[in-house]
Each structure stands twice: as structure tokens, then as C-alpha cells.
């Protein structure tokens, strides 16, 4: 069974092709990673899989569970299974609510959890599991740094079990070492809770880092998907060879050899 | 080499709503002629602060310390004279390209203006920047010449940009981010287009950037900042082969990278400090 599914996803705005026929599969406790350039469609296909944009036509299945044809009410419920985390923690965060108020705000809308003491407690261990601590529940989000609102971020699309997350750039805007800190947070979240991510980058060093398979747009169509080591290693597509080609290698030695066979 | 550029005992002061705020602490850095340097840390280092002071382009920044450059002391010149250093010996490239153009002028137009500023004739002025936009990659530069900034994409944006920056051939180019808001295929042009430009012209660059991997493939000399000074400096290859300064090693050891075994778990800065709280960090926020 498929944690995620996308068939034939296809999507234009104002006449123009964005999403070109795309499909891939997502399995339990994988990671995926989607790249490609700005313009590539790979943000239109992560809002197409949650719904917050509508496909010109295409299936989104989320286990057996057709997402595109769910009513409202069997939305609600997709939603809780599948949770997105944006680009952005200064804008994704109500700026009103403390951190602890905005991990219980899931809870509450799903009804997970109805007593308000053992929610508390679960909003507390929430963001003990990403790296921040009971005192912080209080704290409002302008108080933390953008790698913590991330963390605040993550912790609240996990308070409500989802089965699948998807993550749009979510270590885009991040300085590296607090990079490196959510790049780890989501390697332990996979293996203690088993989730199965679709992790959208534009930089494939941190695909490399955290994906087990690896899936390629350029201008709305897929042009290669497979195992990390073989988009790596052998990557057959040209549009993926002269993507890693441009990639640069903390190296200066590494560099130069780059540099004289070009 | 001798020094194009000295840098010392830099601090600079902010007005703050509880005082002001020291956000240099006494930086020192040397550029010589055709040197490429490159100054790089994560968000409030004082990296951009740094190459704005140099310039003097932040009215609100209290300098102090010694800016020389090719022989002229910076801090104590007139705001006329610092117009001269702008733009014709010094050239400036920002991170955002579509900040920088004016949107109601052609192309040719904005770029020939720090010629024809000096006198040059327009006939000459054109004839030369359409020839450094055909260098700089730009196709059919002589009928792009006459569009728009945003009839450009990005990165030929980004060349129009470095073509406004180098051609009254400054000895010092100052790059802040240059090609962080470009594509990683668009960045790799443009990045070996200013290292060749450099080469050629005999061009000191002065690099700043948060990027560790294009640092590697650019500079020759690496000059790394926190809180508001460098911790470290010297060659590019000592730098990233013998990082001495824990966070030298902390921030290399935080970049993954594509070539490496993805089994080995990257560290953080947080760990570093942890670490070292034996060698107290000044001024430490955290």
C-alpha cells in the first residue's frame, strides 16, 4: 500500500501549462524529494496534493482515500492525514498565539484531544520531540528565531498524526547551521514516527541529505525519478546532469577539478 | 601583492530604540589588487554591514576605525569625493537585480551612465557597454540594449546589473550575495562570469555571501564572520582543509553536500558552542 499516490496531475493558470501529466508514488516512511528551478511546478504540485489549489484533472490518492473527490467533510479528515509545512515561519504563524496555543490548535479542530490539561501536556511534549521546551509553550512567535518558528511549525503539523507530510522549502530561509539542526529533526522524526515526507527543495545538496528517492521537474513535467544514489551517481536525464553540475562543493580542490574540466 | 583595500579596527554603531547598537566590533580585512575575497557568516554577522560601511552607504552607521582604499582614507572623505570612489572604482552588485535597475530606463541607458558621468561620449559609452553585455553572455546584446529591466529574466538581469558595476572598470568590485535569489544553474554562470571578468580585468572582488560551496569554487582568500567580527582568516584551501576557529569547523561541518555519504549526520552550531563553553564567545546572543 502507497502512503501517497499522484496520478496524472495536470494544472494551468491562465491558459499556460504549469503541472505537465505528473505522477509519482510515495511509500510508507519514505522521503521524497521533489526538485527543480523556479517555475518548474514543483509548489503547484504540493498545493494540487493538498488541495489548496484544484487541478485541471489528475488523482491524489492518500492511501485509498481519493482527495480531490472528498467532500468538505471527508476533507477534514484527509487534512489531519496530511499535514503541509510552508516556506515561510514568519507568515505561517499567527503572530497572536502562543506556541503552545498554536500546537493545540490542530488538536482542537480535529478533536484529538479533549481534555485541555492532557492537550497542554501534548503540546508540551510536541515541541520537547523538535527541540524546544515546555517554558517556550508560552512564548508568541516573534520571540524566536526563524529556525525555532520552523521548529513551532513542524511541531504543530505533527500534533495531529498525520500520515503524510509535505514540505514546500521548509529549510530555504533557514542559516545553514540552523539548517543543519531541522535537516536532523526531520531524519529523527522519520524514524521514530515512521512518516512519510515529500520534501520540496530547489537545493539538492539537502535532497542528497535527507531523501531516500528523488524525483526531477523542469518546466511542469517530470523528467527523471529514482533512488538517491542513481540520480546522484547516474543520473541519466540532461536536465538533472547539468542541475548537479551546477551544484557547488563546500571544496576548493574539488572546485578547481570542477572548474578545469569545464 | 600590496593592499587595495585595508579594513581596520572597523566598528559600527546603529541607533536602536534602547540605544545604540554596536553591530561591527572592530573589523579587520585586507584585498589586494585583483584579489578575490570572500567574506562570508550566517545572518547578523555584519558581512553586508561591512561592505556598506566601506562605501558609506548607511547615513544612520557611527564608523570608526581606518578604511583605506588604493590610498585614500575613506572615513575622513567628503560625501563628494565618496561619489567618486562609488561606482567608478569601486563597483557595487546587490543581492536583488530588479531592486537595483530603474524600471523606466532602457537597459543601455543605465548602464552606460557611469561612462557618460566621466565624459565618455554616448557613441563610445554604447558601443562599449553592448560589447560587456555580449561578454557577459547576454545574446543579441546590441538589440537588448534598447529593452527594459523587466523585459530581462533574472540572471540577465543579474548581467545588466554586473555590467552597470564594471564598466568604468573600478579596481574593486563589492558583491553582496549576488547570486542568491538565482537558479543553482543560472548561479554557476554568473559566478564564472565574474571570475573570469576578474581575471581578466585584474579586478579585485570582494565576495560576501552566506554560501559555503560557492566560496570554495571563487575565492582566494576567506575571511569568516560572527557577531560582528572575523574569527578567522586566510587561504581558501588552510580555511576549509584546517579550519582553526571551532565555528569555522562548526559551519563547514553544517553544509551537506553532494559528494558526501549522506549517512553522516550534520552538525550544528548549537553542538559547536556546547562544545567550547570553556572559550567564551563575546557577545554571544544565544
Known amino acids: ?262 | 601583492m600590496t593592499a587595495l583595500l585595508t579594513v581596520e579596527g572597523l566598528r559600527a554603531r546603529f541607533p536602536g530604540p534602547d540605544g545604540p547598537v554596536e553591530v561591527l566590533r572592530g573589523v579587520d580585512l585586507d584585498v589586494s589588487a585583483g584579489e578575490k575575497v570572500a567574506l562570508v557568516g550566517e545572518s547578523g554577522s555584519g558581512k553586508s554591514v561591512t561592505a556598506r560601511a566601506i562605501l558609506r552607504l548607511d547615513h544612520d552607521a557611527g564608523l570608526e576605525g581606518r578604511i583605506s582604499f588604493d590610498g585614500t582614507d575613506l572615513l575622513s572623505l567628503s560625501e563628494r569625493g565618496m561619489r567618486d570612489v562609488r561606482g567608478a572604482r569601486v563597483g557595487l552588485v546587490f543581492q536583488d537585480p530588479l531592486a537595483a535597475l530603474n524600471p523606466v530606463m532602457t537597459v543601455g541607458w543605465q548602464i552606460t551612465q557611469p561612462l557618460v558621468i566621466r565624459g565618455v561620449g554616448r557613441k563610445e559609452a554604447r558601443r562599449r557597454g553592448i560589447e560587456l553585455l555580449g561578454r557577459l553572455g547576454v545574446r543579441d546584446a546590441g538589440r537588448r540594449f534598447d529593452d527594459y529591466p523587466h523585459q530581462f529574466s533574472g540572471g540577465m538581469r543579474q548581467r545588466v546589473v554586473i555590467a552597470i558595476a564594471v564598466i568604468a572598470e573600478p579596481a574593486l568590485l563589492i558583491a553582496d550575495e549576488p547570486t542568491t535569489a538565482l537558479d543553482v544553474r543560472v548561479q554557476a554562470q554568473v559566478l564564472t562570469l565574474l571570475r573570469e571578468l576578474a581575471d581578466e580585468r585584474g579586478m579585485a572582488v570582494l565576495l560576501i555571501t552566506h554560501d559555503l560551496g560557492i566560496v570554495a569554487g571563487f575565492a582566494d582568500r576567506v575571511v569568516v564572520m560572527r557577531h560582528g567580527e572575523p574569527v578567522e582568516q586566510g587561504a581558501v584551501d588552510d580555511i576549509y582543509a584546517r579550519p582553526r576557529h571551532p565555528y569555522t569547523r562548526a559551519l563547514l561541518a553544517s553544509v551537506p553536500r553532494i559528494d558526501d555519504d549522506p549517512s553522516r549526520r550534520l552538525s550544528t552550531i548549537a553542538e559547536a558552542d556546547a562544545e567550547t563553553v570553556a572559550e567564551p564567545v563575546e557577545g554571544s546572543a544565544r
Open chain 1, 1 to 262: 500500500m502507497t502512503a501517497l499516490r499522484v496520478q496524472n496531475l495536470v494544472k494551468s493558470f491562465g491558459g499556460r501549462p504549469v503541472v505537465k501529466d505528473v505522477s509519482f508514488e510515495l511509500a510508507p516512511g519514505e522521503v521524497l524529494g521533489l526538485v527543480g528551478e523556479s517555475g518548474s511546478g514543483k509548489s503547484t504540485v504540493a498545493r494540487c496534493v493538498v488541495r489548496l489549489t484544484r487541478p485541471d484533472s489528475g488523482r491524489v490518492l492518500l492511501g485509498d482515500r481519493d482527495v480531490l473527490a472528498a467532500s468538505r467533510r471527508e476533507l477534514r479528515g484527509l487534512r489531519r492525514d496530511l499535514q503541509m509545512v510552508f516556506q515561510d515561519p514568519y507568515s505561517s504563524l499567527s503572530p497572536r498565539m502562543t506556541a503552545g496555543a498554536l500546537v493545540e490548535e490542530g488538536m482542537i479542530a480535529h478533536g484529538l484531544e479533549k481534555d485541555p490539561a492532557a492537550r497542554r501536556d501534548r503540546a508540551v511534549a510536541l515541541l520537547e520531540t523538535v527541540g524546544l521546551s515546555a517554558a517556550d509553550a508560552g512564548r508568541h512567535p516573534r520571540s524566536f528565531s526563524g529556525g525555532q518558528r520552523q521548529r513551532i511549525a513542524i511541531a504543530r503539523a505533527l500534533a495531529v498524526e498525520p500520515k503524510v507530510l509535505i514540505c514546500d522549502e521548509v529549510v530555504s530561509s533557514l542559516d545553514v547551521s540552523v539548517q543543519a539542526q531541522v535537516l536532523n529533526l526531520f531524519r529523527d522524526l522519520r524514524e521514530r514516527l515512521g512518516l512519510s515526507i515529500l520534501f520540496i527543495a530547489h537545493d539538492l545538496a539537502v535532497v542528497h541529505y535527507l531523501c531516500d528517492r528523488v524525483a526531477v521537474l523542469d518546466q511542469g513535467s517530470l523528467v527523471e525519478i529514482g533512488d538517491r544514489e542513481q540520480i546522484y551517481r547516474q543520473p541519466r536525464h540532461p536536465y538533472t546532469r547539468s542541475l548537479l553540475d551546477a551544484v557547488p562543493i563546500p571544496d576548493p580542490a574539488v572546485e578547481r577539478a570542477r572548474h578545469a574540466r569545464a
